[in-house]
């Protein structure tokens, strides 16, 4: 079956610092990769999002290269603000698979960044 | 664009009491709607799929006779907690793909609804 592992958090950094939050990805197909942000007492919002292999998604100084090789979609950010604390999701979605094309998320990794 | 909205966002009500939540897709057409629920610092957790116009498909180990979802429309889909007890206490989002995203099943989120039984 599908599956997504992501770097365990709490992870904390200081403004303006470098930002990578791991996520591996299981599936039997050729997924859809998907990078989610919730801040507190919110839903979940699509930061960015990759369809196929070598694929960037980008978005917000925000960053995340689909690698097939490696099967994985690092998130990555080059200088963090206060404003980016918040929890990130890996998700992904299978197609081949003819189910139901449900998304499989990760655990979460909460982010704090302080001034 | 791509805006969908919960109502209410926050709910408490008495155990034993039924409680109804409603996610709308504002400004495009939903035929798929996903209800989660989701627990302090964790994961979410898919309950079930709303499927206008049909029967919605839940993930095993989720009570359809207690979590029940009515998709009447390409805008809204209704989630009914019955007969709410105090560990249904929770935090549900749902999420709706839009008709021309289901190739990527892209989902947009709603902003979630906060129920607490007493």
């Known amino acids: 079956g599908n599956s997504v592992t992501q770097m365990e958090g709490p992870v904390t950094l200081s403004e303006e610092a470098f930002l990578t939050i791991n996520c591996t990805y299981t599936?039997?197909?050729?997924?859809?990769l998907f990078w989610y942000v919730q801040y507190p007492g919110e839903g979940l919002q699509l930061l960015l999002k990759?369809?196929?292999?070598?694929d960037k998604g980008s978005n917000k100084g925000f960053e995340a290269t689909y690698r097939k090789e490696t099967t994985s979609f690092h998130l990555e950010k080059g200088s963090v603000q206060v404003s980016d604390s918040a929890v990130y999701f890996c998700?992904?979605?299978?197609?081949?698979?003819?189910?139901?094309?449900?998304?499989?998320f990760g655990s979460g990794t909460q982010l704090t960044v302080l001034p | 664009g791509a805006v969908v909205s919960q109502h209410p966002s926050w709910v408490i009500c008495k155990s034993g009491t039924s409680v109804k939540i409603e996610c709308r897709s504002l400004d495009f057409q939903a035929t798929t709607m996903f209800w989660y629920r989701q627990f302090p610092k964790q994961s979410l957790m898919l309950m079930a799929t709303s499927n206008e116009g049909s029967k919605a498909t839940y993930e095993q180990g989720v009570e359809k006779d207690k979590f029940l979802i009515n998709h009447a429309s390409l805008t809204l889909s209704t989630l009914t907690v019955t007969s709410a007890h105090p560990e249904d206490s929770s935090f549900y989002i749902c999420?709706?793909?839009?008709?021309?995203?289901?190739?990527?099943?892209?989902?947009?989120f709603g902003p979630g609804t906060r129920l607490t039984v007493l």
């Open positions: 999420s709706a793909r839009p008709v021309a995203r289901e190739v990527y099943n892209e989902q947009f």
């Open positions: 990759a369809t196929k292999a070598d």
């Open positions: 599936a039997t197909g050729y997924p859809s």
């Open positions: 998700a992904l979605s299978d197609f081949s698979s003819g189910s139901a094309r449900q998304l499989t």
